[in-house]
């Protein structure tokens, strides 16, 4: 087999790894991804896609796809945790806390939904294939080394046995929690550790009856034969039993008592928790995992940039963990394109540890925390201690433009700041309802004007970097609810830049010289001496954006369906 030259080598087909490589190609750009696994899961794994990775997905026209799927239609309208003796049992109150919220209603265009990673990825890897991503599944990564210039890694086709090389400028490690690749870069993970080991048995049983008309995200069930996790994939026939599994058998040295559960043993534990001891069961599957809390002590060694469960692995509860990898892969996939283009210095690329790692550790606690509240759970939370789910997954700031890195959320007090994710409301373009997040498209900055803000088109047009501008009240875009200067804490004369994951740059009042201004935070973000211009085409691309943002801003928002 000939060897390889790509941009970019994304090792893992996972959600974050697949993630990755549409963003990337979202971008330009076309990776090469290789996964030792024959294809995309078969198991559904995660099934929770927050709010935070829907509006990521929203914006590279996904959305749709993802609603479309069978479980997401299956599982819309389902809500809520509930406790029971078995599903045909008795139920007991439901699990209600205060800040298991739906605040993401009123800030978002788009909210959380259930789908099964088995039916996710598939969707992820079509759209990377269609958009000149090389996706090799049965592929494995055996070794790598770095130089100045790039990275060179040897790739086995477990195949055949062929053995090739890759030479990329960078690679994105999105190999999961037992990451090969990590260990041998020696990166050490820190945190509260293993929390507690589960058997996910997927089965195939008519549960239609059992289940009348209550539709659960997750069941805890307890009874004297089984305690465990009921969750529905289409609330008919496909199910995941979520089994604890003894720790003391790791504690002793052994493999996990995982071993010891046949398919006689799921079944028998699948009956236990429907209450129906006659009930035909099918099992499609069983796969045992850990929750636990571990952050990497760096998500960068030289080229290399670890996303995902590779970098960080949290507990379900909240459906944080995908989404937390995805929003690692959408960050680091803008970046590389800009470097890779020219337009950046390689020293933007030193931003993505120093973004990710704090988010990282706050949402890995704030999991760890909403686990140990869960029924069966003896530790004492401290009040106030666990943060709003819309608070985690949309409210954290990143240190740009001189603010201090924090591991807390953004203060509620100063929307639009500086570092956090720009406000949504609702604006209409030519009569179309669309979200203020849909004018950020993903692939450049966007610079938004007030409806009394000065020349900003002619300055983005000599600006250092590409700039799509809109302005409001001109192009057909307007603020019904007049509300969009105060939501980002600007005078109606002021603006806001905004970069290609729909996080505030910089704002700027009537008194900024636009293109004094611009170019000053344009050469913060990409680490060029103020002034510095990029090639004769960023800089033709420049012009040519901000004249045909109209058109390329109508066709995205469109799709959205």
Same mark, same amino acid.
């Given at each position: 087999m000939e060897d390889v030259r790509v941009p970019v080598l994304i090792v893992g087909g996972g959600l974050v790894g697949l993630s990755a490589a549409v963003?990337?190609?979202?971008?330009?750009?076309?990776? =090469?991804?290789? #996964?030792?696994n024959p294809g995309t899961s078969r198991h559904p794994r995660a099934r929770g896609v927050n709010v935070r990775a829907m509006e990521l997905f929203r914006q590279v026209g996904l959305e749709g796809r993802i609603r479309a799927t069978e479980s997401a239609v299956a599982l819309a309208g389902n809500s809520g945790i509930v406790r029971m003796e078995s599903l045909a049992g008795a139920q007991a109150p439901g699990f209600n806390r205060d800040y298991q919220d739906d605040g993401a209603q009123d800030v978002s265009p788009t909210g959380w939904t259930l789908c099964e990673q088995d039916e996710l990825e598939p969707v992820l890897r079509a759209r990377a294939e269609e958009d000149g991503a090389d996706l090799r599944f049965g592929h494995e990564l055996t070794g790598h080394t770095q130089d100045a210039e790039g990275v060179t890694a040897t790739v086995l086709d477990r195949a055949t046995g062929e053995q090739y090389t890759v030479r990329a400028r960078y690679l994105v490690v999105a190999d999961g929690t037992g990451s090969p690749v990590r260990e041998r870069l020696g990166i050490a993970r820190h945190g509260r550790g293993t929390l507690a080991r589960y058997l996910n048995i997927h089965f195939r049983a008519d549960l239609t009856e059992a289940l009348g008309g209550r539709r659960f995200v997750m069941a805890y069930v307890r009874n004297a034969e089984v305690t465990a996790g009921l969750l529905p994939i289409n609330n008919t026939d496909r199910w995941l039993l979520h089994?604890? =599994?003894d720790p003391? &058998? #790791?504690?002793?040295? #052994?493999?996990?008592?995982?071993?010891?559960?046949? #398919? &006689?043993r799921c079944e028998a534990a699948v009956r236990a928790a429907a209450g129906l001891p006659d009930l035909?069961?099918?099992?499609?599957?069983?796969?045992?995992?850990?929750?636990a809390g571990l952050v990497a002590e760096t998500f960068r060694a030289g080229r290399l940039f670890l996303v995902g469960d590779c970098a960080h692995v949290m507990p379900p509860t909240g459906a944080f963990g995908s989404a937390t990898g995805i929003q690692d892969a959408h960050n680091l996939a803008w970046?590389?394109?800009? *470097?890779?283009?020219g337009e950046a210095s390689e020293e933007l690329l030193d931003s993505y540890p120093s973004e990710r790692e704090p988010v990282a550790r706050t949402t890995v606690e704030q999991t760890v925390l909403r686990s140990l509240d869960r029924p069966g759970h003896g530790e004492?939370?401290?009040e106030g201690a666990i943060l709003p789910d819309h608070v985690v997954a949309l409210g954290y700031r990143y240190p740009v433009r001189g603010v201090a890195p924090g591991d807390g959320p953004a203060s509620a007090a100063d929307p639009g700041a500086p570092g956090t994710r720009a406000p949504h409301l609702w604006l209409e373009r030519d009569g179309v309802r669309i979200s203020s997040l849909d004018l950020y498209d993903g692939r450049g900055l966007v610079l938004v004007a007030g409806p009394g803000a000065g020349e900003w088109r002619e300055a983005a047009a000599g600006s250092p970097l590409p700039v799509t *501008?809109?302005?409001?009240? &001109?192009?057909?875009?307007t603020d019904p609810s007049d509300g969009w200067a105060g939501a980002h804490?600007?005078?109606r004369d002021g603006a806001v830049l905004v970069r290609p994951d729909g996080f505030v740059l910089e704002r700027f009042t009537a008194g900024a010289d636009p293109r004094t201004a611009l170019t000053a935070a344009l050469d913060a973000l990409s680490g060029r001496p103020t002034g510095t211009a990029t090639t004769t085409a960023a800089t033709t691309a420049a012009a040519t954006t901000t004249t045909a943002t109209t058109t390329t801003a109508t066709t995205d928002i469109r799709s959205q369906g």
């Open positions: 963003f990337l190609t979202w971008q330009g750009e076309r990776p =090469l991804l290789v #996964e030792r089994v604890p =599994l003391r &058998a #790791e504690a002793d040295g #052994e493999s996990g008592d995982e071993v010891r559960w046949d #398919e &006689a035909p069961v099918k099992i499609l599957g069983a796969q045992p995992w850990k929750a970046k590389l394109a800009l *470097v890779l283009r004492r939370i401290p *501008v809109h302005r409001i009240g &001109a192009d057909g875009l804490g600007v005078p």
